[in-house]
């Protein structure tokens, strides 16, 4: 595959072109060098902080010490893209899991969404439209709905975006409109739909961007939660430099550890790390400290085995639900079984519009689903959805099996009263 010349200019925005590195924050390496004597950088003074030690005790009943070095790295103000010890550990990680085909940098954030959505602070000019998946990720609508910019539907069907209806809608884009230069997607497990793209789709995708220049953002925090065996990422197949790959910590060590990490081109990672510069400065380095110490302690070949046990936990989840969804909804709605990740996502048989129905009858009925109009970009002007989604991960066998019963005993008085409401209009 020939390689082809990525302009990053033409995907900065204005603002992230101006933007310059932060006066104090750039002394920070400096004051790494030996002999360096600091009188610039405002950092209050470690003697006084009142920690003297951490140690973290894990499940298997073995305590880790953070390392005094490091942990006073840590308390003290440090480098926005990350403690470098985790840092490195993580680009290795990267090297090993998906060996890219070219260079790349890793900057570490406070939950791969922090990223996302410098991301898109980034490369987002006014009056841009970018490409987003549809249904899609409700956490970043959310933010994207504030930004100066229009989001473009891209179809799904059961194995993600749609590569036929993508290049459609690239080739077929009208002159007098901005032409996207940036595709938004969360290729596995995705949120809310569940569904994973496959290999091949991903190839053509990427073939796609590769023709009409697009910058892909790989949004991937269900990889580790595949349930057979891994799909390679965008990532792996980026010899151009077009992908700007994101992943988390959340769903395999600790949701409150905030920790995610974005890799990418340095062109583009680096001018996200300014946006860090001027906002939160850096992530916590003591939870990237105690990331660190558990899977330094681990070495790459026990986090991927931390990592299959959880898949393996998820998938165990899913069959039940799974099969609890048929036992109580077979004919009431339809659904994917998916392959990964958390979710399923139900498209219910005879409900015009899920809206009312989850928000408020099903809380009646004691049982919580998310209506599926909330997962795209235009609900003011889209059509009713009759879907809703529903995610296993944090439910009890037993919780399943009466939460389905539920909500298909609603389906079935819905169902009911429609047709009593339509024979009164007769």
Not at 179 to 186: I, M, Q, S
Not at 395 to 414: I, T
């Amino acid at each position: 595959m020939s390689v082809a010349k990525v302009d990053y200019q033409n995907y900065l925005s204005e603002t992230a072109k101006a933007r310059k590195p932060s006066a104090i924050r750039r002394l920070i390496p400096l004051t790494k060098i030996p002999g360096m004597i600091s009188l610039g950088a405002g950092a209050p003074n470690g003697d006084l902080f009142p920690f003297e030690g951490i140690t973290i005790s894990v499940k298997n009943g073995e305590p880790l010490q953070i390392d005094s070095k490091l942990l006073a790295e840590s308390l003290t103000y440090g480098p926005s893209d990350g403690v470098p010890q985790l840092n490195g550990w993580l680009k290795e990680l990267q090297k090993i899991q998906h060996a890219p085909p070219r260079d790349f940098v890793v900057t570490i954030g406070t939950g791969s969404q922090d990223l996302v959505t410098k991301a898109f602070q980034v490369l987002v000019s006014e009056g841009d439209n970018v490409l987003f998946e549809s249904p899609g990720y409700v956490g970043i609508i959310a933010f994207l709905r504030h930004q100066p910019c229009n989001l473009v539907d891209v179809d799904l069907d059961s194995h993600g975006v749609v590569p036929a209806k993508l290049r459609e809608q690239l080739e077929n884009w009208p002159t007098e409109k901005r032409k996207p230069k940036v595709l938004y997607t969360v290729p596995v497990g995705g949120n809310p739909t569940g569904v994973s793209q496959t290999l091949e789709r991903k190839r053509e995708i990427y073939e796609i961007a590769r023709e009409h220049d697009l910058l892909i953002l790989e949004d991937d925090p269900y990889y580790y939660l595949q349930f057979g065996d891994k799909v390679p990422s965008y990532f792996s197949m980026d010899v151009d430099g077009r992908v700007l790959r994101f992943d988390s910590m959340s769903k395999i060590l600790s949701s409150g550890l905030r920790v995610g990490w974005a890799t990418g081109p340095a062109e583009l990672i680096n001018v996200m790390n300014l946006v860090t510069q001027t906002s939160n400065l850096q992530p916590s380095s003591i939870a990237q400290a105690i990331t660190f110490t558990l899977v330094n302690s681990w070495g790459h070949q026990g986090f991927y085995e931390h990592t299959r046990k959880v898949a393996a936990f998820y998938r165990e989840r899913c069959q039940l639900f799974c099969q609890y969804a048929r036992k109580h909804l077979t004919g009431l709605a339809e659904w994917v079984e998916p392959d990964a990740g958390m979710f399923v996502w139900f498209n219910l048989k005879g409900i015009e519009d899920s809206f009312d129905l989850i928000l408020n009858k099903a809380v009646e009925k004691k049982v919580l689903l998310v209506p599926g109009i909330e997962f795209y970009c235009h609900p003011e002007t889209s059509a009713p959805s009759q879907c809703v989604r529903a995610s296993f991960s944090n439910v009890s066998e037993q919780d399943m099996d009466m939460g389905l019963e539920r909500l298909a005993n609603l389906l079935r008085e819905q169902i009911e009263l429609q047709k009593q409401q339509q024979q009164q209009q007769r």
